[in-house]
């Protein structure tokens, strides 16, 4: 069975980082993608950003983009979301998923229909 487990969370200060790890087992995908996903109270949730295998450009909220850095490594079955300047309204409860590729719909789409989820992890700036 698949699993993901997400760390890294933690209350920080405006302008700070944070570094998300997502451990991933129990999958061969040769064709996948992995993406973080972000849920605040009362928002729905929201694709963060996208890496796909094989390298690539990966995909980033405009939110986020020139802040934060997704990363695979690989060997170790993990992938990182590197977060920096961070402000408020990137608060929120952070989640990991996976996915095998699936062909007619983007990525963020197989990720919420498909996909296998993580618990999640929560990230608070203030």
């Known amino acids: 069975d698949v699993q993901l487990v997400e760390s890294g969370g933690d209350s920080v200060q405006t302008g700070g980082s944070l570094r998300l790890s997502c451990a991933a087992s129990?999958?061969?995908?040769?064709?996948?993608?992995m993406g973080w996903f972000r849920q605040a109270p009362g928002k729905e949730r929201e694709g963060v950003a996208v890496i796909y295998t094989g390298g690539g450009n990966p995909y980033y909220a405009d939110s986020v983009k020139g802040r934060f850095t997704i990363s695979e490594d690989n060997a170790k079955k993990t992938f990182y979301l590197q977060m920096n300047s961070l402000n408020p309204e990137d608060t929120g409860m952070y989640y990991c998923a996976v996915v095998s590729l699936q062909d007619g719909m983007t990525a963020l789409q197989a990720l919420e229909e498909f996909g296998y989820w993580g618990q999640g992890t929560q990230v608070t700036v203030s």
């Open positions: 129990g999958y061969t995908y040769s064709s996948y993608c």
